[in-house]
């Protein structure tokens, strides 16, 4: 899960493949217009990878 618009992550599209050396499954979900602390901000968009458990997600999360 990756904020779209956090500057700190800027190379998310380029380095998420990193993770596939610490994890079986890697997948990249972007909250479009998300900063660094979308936790507060997005809140409604990261809810559903919270409370149910929720694994998949789109190529964005809107």
Not at 4 to 12: I, K, L, N, V
């Amino acid at each position: 899960m990756i904020g779209g618009d956090d500057w700190f992550t800027a190379e998310y599209l380029s380095q998420h493949g990193n993770w596939k050396l610490s994890a079986d499954q890697v997948e990249l979900c972007v909250i479009p217009g998300a900063g660094h602390y979308f936790n507060e901000t997005h809140a409604e968009a990261l809810a559903p990878f919270l409370s149910h458990g929720r694994s998949e997600c789109q190529a964005e999360v809107t």
